[in-house]
């Protein structure tokens, strides 16, 4: 079965510091990576996708991810916090040979003023 | 405006009453999916549909039907509910599976 981890179901930064928020998959096969956000009693929205093109994804609101393959990695970042990036982070994966979703079981950001 | 919307937002039942929550997407999405939501496990898929007609089974099946008669319809069924089924419920649809899913704003499920 395909598994995907989010380490740290709680990460809380101040303003403008860096955020980062981990996600490692397992998979043999080469994977669709995705990240989004879900902000308070809302859906979930696509922040970025990773399809087999470059391997640094740049997405909305200021975050990218790099994907790693010798890490099973696919962590993102942003360089400087802001107050409106708080919201539970999910990092998802697909497989090019399947046609299910996995997601991971998510991250609350805090941002500190 | 391109949306997926889910009817109802909220609903309480007792165990064993036979529900439907209904979703529907004006994008003309192939792909549709249905998670569901708890606390510390994430997002679950339940179901999913390649197209009309095409439905198959996520990685919580139990307890749950699908159907896609049209392609813009892709109604949960629970034929009788139990309390594990207490949840927040999530219809998403995308032109493909490999595209963006956009997902709507989401069902709370309480079964007492």
């Known amino acids: 079965a395909q598994s995907v981890t989010q380490l740290g179901s709680h990460v809380s930064v101040s303003e403008g510091a860096l955020v980062l928020l981990r996600c490692n998959y397992s998979s043999s096969v080469p994977p669709y990576l995705f990240w989004y956000v879900q902000y308070p009693n809302q859906g979930l929205q696509l922040l970025l996708k990773?399809?087999?093109?470059?391997?640094l994804v740049k997405g909305i609101n200021g975050f990218e991810a790099e994907f790693k393959k010798s890490e099973t990695s696919f962590h993102l970042t942003k360089p400087s916090a802001h107050m409106s990036d708080a919201a539970e982070y999910f990092c998802a994966v697909s497989l090019s040979t399947g046609n299910q979703f996995y997601f991971g079981t998510g991250t609350s950001l805090t941002v500190i003023p | 405006e391109a949306q997926v919307t889910q009817n109802p937002r909220y609903l309480i039942t007792v165990t064993g009453k036979k529900l439907t929550v209904t979703c529907s997407q004006n994008?003309?999405?192939?792909?549709m999916s249905w998670y569901r939501q708890d606390p510390g496990l994430g997002l679950r898929q339940i179901y999913y549909s390649m197209n009309v007609e095409v439905t198959d089974k996520g990685d919580v099946p139990e307890g749950y039907k699908v159907s896609r008669k049209e392609k813009r319809n892709f109604p949960l069924i629970l034929e009788s509910p139990s309390p594990n089924q207490t949840s927040l419920y999530f219809c998403?649809?995308?032109?493909?599976?490999?595209?963006?899913?956009?997902f709507g704003p989401g069902t709370r499920l309480t079964v007492l």
């Open positions: 998403a649809s995308s032109l493909r599976w490999v595209n963006e899913q956009f």
């Open positions: 994008m003309n999405h192939e792909y």
């Open positions: 990773y399809t087999s093109a470059a391997t």
